[in-house]
């Protein structure tokens, strides 16, 4: 695997080298079934071995209680910003935090089934931050919360999250689920789609208290019937085979490496040197607040448009791709999700240092 890049995409993103191997070897004939995991039926032996397996690993990595569903759906986590509403306003209204473009459409889509009450919005300040809890006032009858945990677009992360007392915490967690611990019950819901840190794409994945799924109603679309699901164990329909065959083999190298204390301490040391570097000269200029920065996406500018153009084109040509901010930011995106090596962070600060003291 001598001719890897770092991507630093923000999805699909990077996969560990060792992940990438284990599904080499088993690609084409699976443990001597003598066929490949894309071939399988979803109601064989062995592929049903496969998906309790990741189900188990899921719930051991993350610690998620007995009493959270774990559902693989269709549709990454747009259809969650669908189903959520479909499925939890009960009451017909819900508070929602805007800190980043999937926030907003997660809003925007749940005002087609309810009331949204936006609780704070950060568009005018080109969502820098994360607000601080003291600034959140949550209506007293909302059905739910919902907040997106990392901006992957921005570059902004949530530190801590609102106590929301007994109204249900519902978390879009897309781009930093698996990068640190989380105490699952302090969400009523969790969904992240898995083509960042959990393998490629596909679906999303949806962590649900028990109590929060409804009995399975008959006017609710199929595949965004968490009642209806959680009854079939994700077997509706066909689900995303492969894609949770990938999602297993990136528990397991989790689970290899030291679970999800080991990933955040990586991840703290990838993302602290590069702000270090970030804070330590005044040539490119970081997008969030620091009391607000994203493990997971670092954003920042060069002086102008151009030189953010050719910054991505010439770290492109040191095999560090991917740079190109999103368009709503501009600058530089540099995703550094779990298998984003520590190596990768390391010749992207050598390479930011030497064009910037080429300029
Ligand atoms: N939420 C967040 C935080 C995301 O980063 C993304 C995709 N980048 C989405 C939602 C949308 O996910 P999908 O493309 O899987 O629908």
Not at 154 to 167: C, R, Y
Not at 274 to 295: N, T, V, W
Request: glycine share 6%.
């Amino acid at each position: 695997m001598n001719d890897r890049v770092y991507n630093f995409s923000a999805g699909p993103s990077m996969l560990a080298d060792e992940v990438l191997k284990k599904i080499a070897e088993e690609l084409t004939n699976y443990r001597s079934t003598g066929m490949s995991v894309m071939e399988m039926s979803h109601r064989g032996k062995e592929y049903l071995a496969i998906f309790n397996e990741c189900k188990e690993r899921l719930r051991r990595v993350m610690a998620i209680p007995d009493d959270y569903e774990i559902l693989f759906l269709h549709g990454g986590a747009t259809a969650q910003f669908s189903a959520v509403p479909l499925n939890l306003m009960k009451n017909g209204k819900a508070d929602y935090i805007i800190t980043g473009n999937f926030a907003k459409k997660a809003a925007q889509e749940a005002a087609k089934f309810g009331q949204v009450n936006v609780v704070f919005d950060t568009s005018e300040e080109n969502h820098r931050r994360i607000p601080d809890l003291s600034e959140l006032r949550f209506s007293a009858d909302a059905d739910y919360v919902h907040l997106c945990s990392n901006n992957t677009i921005f570059g902004t992360e949530w530190q801590t999250f609102p106590d929301t007392g007994k109204v249900p915490l519902v978390a879009d967690m897309s781009s930093d689920i698996l990068s640190r611990r989380i105490n699952v019950a302090d969400f009523g819901l969790i969904y992240a789609g898995a083509q960042k840190n959990m393998g490629i794409a596909g679906m999303a994945v949806v962590i649900i208290r028990k109590d929060l799924i409804s009995a399975d109603d008959a006017r609710m679309p199929v595949l965004y019937n968490y009642g209806l699901q959680a009854k079939n164990d994700s077997m509706y329909n066909t689900p995303p085979t492969y894609t949770i065959y990938v999602l297993d083999k990136v528990l397991e190298w989790i689970e290899e490496l030291g679970g999800l204390e080991e990933m955040e301490k990586r991840n703290r040391l990838k993302a602290g040197l590069l702000y270090d570097y970030l804070d330590s000269q005044s040539y490119y200029l970081p997008h969030s607040e620091k009391s607000s920065r994203s493990m997971m996406n670092v954003t920042f500018t060069t002086p102008d448009k151009e030189t953010d153009a050719l910054f991505a084109a010439k770290a492109a040509e040191r095999g560090l791709l991917s740079l190109k901010g999103h368009r709503l930011v501009g600058g530089i995106r540099a995703s550094i999700y779990n298998a984003m090596p520590l190596q990768g962070v390391r010749e992207l600060i050598a390479f930011m240092d030497e064009f910037a003291k080429g300029r």
